[in-house]
């Protein structure tokens, strides 16, 4: 009985053309957007490495490096204060990321679809505010400094995998220490523009 041989490269090939039938934008905050169930991170150490693999930080900041640095200040019910972006930032380089299994981050869902964004103040912070005024609206720009994907220690929604894009402000640092008396989190300040599930 004859074996058949598969065609090398085929399953790549179609894997490519259905990337670009895909219309992220249109499917971002809907069922669509996941590419699996949601499973919850396994406890630390179990899921370090090794992992899938993922494109390089030159790569998908080639294909931002045209985008503008700046955005305006917003805050949602949770409390949480972050700068609003073009969601470009995470729509533009998805059919690159998408290719090596990662998705949309939930930011596009209900009940605060907050979209791209550079959290300055988390939802776990927020009690710092006191009665703070928030200046929503107000422009303030920052500077890339690269881009990385990263592995989370903790329970983070299953996720495997996160792509970020690490930025610098001064601004966004003084203003942080104004709102919550707190220096820059050990993280830094980031956008996350993709995720990648545990399998």
């Known amino acids: 009985m004859k074996s058949v041989k598969k065609k090398r490269g085929s399953s790549k090939k179609k894997e490519k053309q259905d ?39 030159k790569q998908v900041q080639s294909l931002l490096d045209h985008l503008p640095t700046l955005g305006r200040l917003a805050q949602n019910p949770s409390g949480m204060v972050y700068l609003d972006l073009n969601d470009d930032w995470i729509y533009i380089p998805q059919p690159l990321l998408y290719q090596y299994g990662y998705e949309l981050p939930p930011y596009f ?24 005024q928030i200046s929503r609206g107000r422009k303030f720009e920052f500077s890339v400094e690269k881009c990385f994907c990263s592995f989370p220690r903790r329970k983070m929604y299953g996720m495997e995998a996160i792509y970020k894009v690490r930025v610098e402000s001064k601004e ?12 820059v989190p050990r993280t830094g300040f980031y956008i996350n523009i993709a995720v990648r599930r545990i399998k």
């Open 109 to 132: 869902y209900p009940p605060h679809p907050v979209g791209a964004h550079i959290t300055i103040v988390s939802t776990e912070e927020a009690e710092l505010l006191s009665n703070q």
């Open 19 to 57: 990337v670009e039938d895909i219309d992220f934008n249109k499917i971002a905050g809907t069922a669509l957007q996941a590419r699996g169930k949601y499973k919850r991170t396994p406890g630390r150490g179990e899921q370090r490495g090794p992992h899938p693999s993922s494109p390089t930080g």
């Open 172 to 183: 966004l640092e003084d203003l942080r220490r104004q709102l919550i008396g707190r220096a």
